[in-house]
Structures are given as C-alpha cells and as structure tokens.
Antibody, heavy 122, light 106 residues
Framework: QVQLLESGPGLVKPSETLSLTCAVS??????????WGWIRQPPGKKLEWIAS???????FYNPSLKSRVTISVDTSNNQFSVKLSSVTATDTAVYYC??????????????WGQGTLVTVSS | DIQMTQSPSSLSASVGDRVTITCRAS??????LAWYQQKPGKAPKLLLY???RLQGGVPSRFSGSASGTEYTLTISSLQPEDFATYYC?????????FGQGTKLEI
C-alpha cells in the first residue's frame, strides 16, 4: 500500500517561494503506471490541481499556475517536490500530494497524502 | 477549462436514505469522471472512476452513472460514516478540474 507524506514550511511570507516535498513509501516512484501530482484546497473551497510529474521527468502544469510553479522528482530518494513562487494570501491552502494514473483514461488520483497547511502571511 | 458544476451544494439526509448527487461538465468528458469523499481534516478518498467503476474497497452502496455531460453519484442506503463532502473531478483534459463539492449532512 503506497503512502505519501508532505513536508515543508507551514508559513511563507508574501512574495516568497513556497516549497514542499512529498515522500513516497510502500512503492517505487519509478513506476511506468503513475504520475505524481500536487493538488491544493484553500480553506472552505474546492480542490485545485497544480501539477504532475512522471518519474522520467515529464511535467504537466495547470496553465493558471504554470508561470509560478516548478515540479521536480528525486528518484534516488523516492520523492517529488513543488515550488510556487511569488506567493500571496490567495495561495494559502492545504496542499496535498497524490498518485495519478499515467495511462489515458486513468488520470484520477487514487492515493493521497494527509495534506499540509501552508499559510501565506507576513 | 472544463467547468464541473455539482448539485446540490448541500444535502440533509438520514441514515438509510437513498441520496443522489449530480455533476455536470461544461463540455464532453467521455466519462472520464471520478468521485471523491472527503471528511473534515482528511484527504479526499477515491470512490469511483470512469463514471461508474468502483475503486477497490469501496462499499457497493456507492454507484455512479452517466448521461451525456451529466454524472450522478448514488448512495443506496446511507450509513453514519457516509456523512462527508463529495467532489467530482474530470480527468479528460488538462487542467483536471473539480466540482465545488456537495456537503452531505445528517
């Protein structure tokens, strides 16, 4: 049973860069069948997909965030990361990492981390 | 972007009731539709994918159907643990988008 665990600062100042890492256990990130993604949920609001990455480095971004987001993978440590630059209060959210199918028709998220709250405030 | 519109936004029901939640896509998504259950302070849990396929371990009282761009999640007999917020998600087209959620309350 794969498990995902997010880590990173819970407080980021406006205009700075938010950085989070997701450690994957119980399975290898080097899996042809999966992408690895980030999703966020502002307090009381709906879920928003941010970006996904394949273990070979192929990346997919939400166009609305693409200019500020970088997703990367570290296969040697079985983890992947996301950076969001120039944050504002509207980036305050619970950030989830999740496993996503990589075959056409399977791009849903079948395993999720517990989530980590990131607050943007000075 | 494909907009996903859920209805109702909230729903009151009782244990044993049959409930239906609807999700409408702003354009065709070829049944590439997933349903998730989220309880307070927890991550979403995948219930169904491909509009009607049950994820492993999910009780059979959950079912899904599709008609054109309208998708339905049905819970046949509500159990106490089913009171939660439910989200639909289309995974047909980038960006993958979610509905605004339906809060199911006692």
């Amino acid at each position: 049973q794969v498990q995902l665990l997010e880590s990173g600062p819970g407080l980021v100042k406006p205009s700075e860069t938010l950085s989070l890492t997701c450690a994957v256990s119980g399975g290898s990130i080097n899996n042809d069948n999966y992408y690895w993604g980030w999703i966020r949920q502002p307090p009381g609001k709906k879920l928003e997909w941010i970006a996904s990455i394949y273990y070979r480095g192929n990346t997919f971004y939400n166009p609305s965030l693409k200019s500020r987001v970088t997703i990367s993978v570290d296969t040697s440590n079985n983890q992947f990361s996301v950076k969001l630059s120039s944050v504002t209060a509207t980036d305050t959210a619970v950030y989830y990492c999740a496993r996503q199918g990589s075959v056409t028709g399977t791009y849903y998220f079948d395993s999720w981390g517990q989530g980590t709250l990131v607050t943007v405030s000075s | 972007d494909i907009q996903m519109t859920q209805s109702p936004s909230s729903l009151s029901a009782s244990v044993g009731d049959r409930v239906t939640i609807t999700c409408r896509a702003s354009q065709g998504i070829s049944n590439y539709l997933a349903w998730y259950q989220q309880k307070p302070g927890k991550a979403p849990k995948l219930l169904l994918y491909a509009a009607s396929r049950l994820q492993g371990g999910v009780p059979s009282r959950f079912s899904g159907s599709a008609s054109g761009t309208e998708y339905t999640l049905t819970i046949s007999s509500l159990q106490p643990e089913d009171f939660a917020t439910y989200y639909c998600q289309q995974y047909s087209t980038n960006p993958y988008t979610f509905g605004q959620g339906t809060k199911l309350e006692i």
